[in-house]
């Protein structure tokens, strides 16, 4: 079992910009692709960005290319979504996700465990 927690979400202006953490725990973390994934209201869940157990591979949607970063610490079992010139769509509920698969999977059925979600909210 995995145990996924996200933190980090609020509200933001346009233009702002947020930091998301998910703290695992349970079996080995580095054995784990990890992706984020969000949830607007109204919209189905749509990948956002993943990155390779080791830490060596990513893969993001084209919507957050050159404004999202993900990036992990194995040494402390947690993965981080850096979040920079967000814009109002951006806004969502926010999940992470771990999936045993290799590689950067970018589909929900990939990933076994998640976490409740952090909101963020791009608003002036």
């Not at 080791?54 to 402390?76: E, H, L, P, Q």
């Not at 509920?93 to 929900?108: D, E, F």
């Amino acid at each position: 079992q995995v145990q996924l927690v996200e933190s980090g979400g609020g509200l933001v202006q346009p233009g702002g910009s947020l930091r998301l953490s998910c703290a695992a725990s349970g079996r080995t973390f580095s054995n784990y692709a990890m992706g984020w994934f969000r949830q607007a209201p109204g919209k189905e869940r749509e990948f956002v960005t993943a990155i390779s157990g080791i830490g060596g591979n990513t893969d993001y949607a084209d919507s957050v290319k050159g404004r999202f970063t993900i990036s992990r610490d194995n040494s402390k079992k947690t993965v981080y979504l850096q979040m920079n010139s967000l814009k109002p769509e951006d806004t969502a509920v926010y999940y992470c996700a771990a999936s045993p698969r290799i590689g950067v999977p970018n589909y929900a059925l990939a990933y076994g465990y998640w976490g409740q979600g952090t909101q963020v909210t791009v608003s002036s």
